[in-house]
């Protein structure tokens, strides 16, 4: 007979890893960055190797600091975590339990629904608006005495749309003090728009609001595995208490320090990335696809009953991207080659295929 499991775990599916891509091939189906890590990170890193026999200092205090100092916050509201979506996680499980509701748009980060069950908690999944965005006032409607956390994730995985300042700033007023707002912002710095860094502002004026970064994306640490929140004093204490021991390694520490000193280097490839991203969209735009304008490092094609044949397409051409079967795609930025590859991808494609008639399959 096997062993008996938690019934909440039943509904949960395992985390879906982006693809793996064959040798050769782009592999962009994971908001990965594209550049290999900064020599100054690896040099920071590879100094701190013969100390892996020691744990690494839980606390994290020294990076704290620099995050702390950084955002002019006390250091006790700044937590760590192995990857933001520790963090997300310590966040649920520190407000919300059994009969609670945890809420967030649909589709957006899809690691939400799971955390949430596993926490014991419902998940309230609220429909993005036709634009591909949050929808607010529905979420605001959503809300019940049973609502402990909300999730905006600005930009949007995986539309990568973004919430005006205003309208957040609206929202978070309208939501009880007594639900804790996340904004998670783990494409943030690819936001070429005024919401970039709304989610620090917004913690400042709100007491019931918390951010979300990480050192994944924009940082290229998406193997080293650290991510932070900036979260109310009562908050971050009781991430504390539910953070696994020692999840966050010296090394990631150390890369994370390394790479804060390093931010104005990295700037410049964000730049890059962004300017593939742009360049992406206006390629498939231009083959016919209805991709979303995006401000992350990735941009959503929602290609509806098309989505198999533009995965297969792309697949043709050597790139890998993240399907969501029967709704869309996710492809995310590369370097100018990986892009060059979406392009002929398409274009091989566009050559024996009935434009018009993919147009009307997709609005
Ligand atoms: N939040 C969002 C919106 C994400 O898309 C991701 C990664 N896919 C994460 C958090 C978690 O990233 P990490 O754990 O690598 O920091």
């Known amino acids: 007979?096997?062993?008996?499991?938690?019934?909440?775990l039943d509904v949960v599916p395992a985390y879906r890893q982006g693809r793996s891509a064959p040798a050769g091939a782009s592999k962009l189906s994971?908001?990965?960055?594209?550049?290999s890590p900064l020599p100054s990170v690896v040099d920071a890193v590879r100094e701190r190797l013969d100390a892996i026999n020691r744990y690494p200092d839980m606390s994290a205090a020294v990076l704290r600091d620099d995050l702390a100092a950084r955002y002019e916050v006390d250091p006790a509201l700044v937590t760590v975590g192995a990857g933001s979506v520790?963090?997300?996680a310590q966040l649920i499980h520190a407000v919300a339990g059994e009969g609670d509701e945890v809420m967030f748009a649909w589709r957006s980060f899809e690691a939400y629904p799971s955390l949430v069950r596993i926490a014991g908690a419902t998940p309230i999944a609220v429909p993005l608006n036709a634009e591909h965005a949050h929808d607010l006032d529905a979420m605001l409607a959503a809300i019940t005495p049973r609502t402990r956390l909300i999730f905006v994730c600005n930009p949007n995985n995986p539309t990568g749309t973004v919430v005006g300042v205003d309208a957040l700033e609206r929202f978070v007023a309208a939501v009880p003090h007594d639900v804790l707002v996340v904004i998670d912002e783990a494409y943030v710095h690819f936001d070429r728009t005024a919401s970039y860094g709304a989610g620090i502002r917004l913690f400042r004026r709100h007491p019931h609001v918390a951010v979300l970064h990480t050192f994944s994306k924009a940082y290229g640490l998406a193997g080293l595995r650290i991510g932070y929140?900036?979260?109310p004093a009562e908050i971050a204490e009781s991430q504390r208490k539910v953070a696994v021991p020692f999840?966050?390694?010296?090394?990631?520490?150390?890369a994370a320090r390394a790479s804060l000193a390093a931010e104005d280097e990295l700037a410049g490839r964000i730049d890059e990335v962004v300017a593939q991203?742009?360049?992406?969209?206006?390629?498939?735009t231009e083959a016919g696809w209805p991709a979303v304008a995006s401000q992350a490092n990735f941009v959503w094609v929602p290609?509806?009953?098309?989505?198999?044949q533009l995965e297969a397409q792309l697949h043709d051409g050597g790139v890998i991207a993240r399907a969501f079967p029967g709704e869309g795609i996710r492809i995310s930025s590369g370097s100018a080659e990986d892009i060059d590859r979406v392009e002929a991808a398409l274009s091989a494609v566009d050559a024996g295929s009935d434009l018009t008639d993919r147009k009307e399959a997709t609005v």
């Open 86 to 88: 520790e963090i997300a």
């Open 277 to 284: 991203r742009d360049r992406m969209l206006a390629i498939l």
């Open 247 to 254: 999840g966050v390694t010296d090394l990631a520490q150390t």
């Open 229 to 231: 929140a900036i979260a």
């Open 30 to 35: 994971s908001n990965e960055s594209p550049h």
């Open 303 to 308: 290609a509806g009953e098309r989505t198999a």
């Open 1 to 8: 007979m096997p062993l008996p499991t938690r019934a909440a």
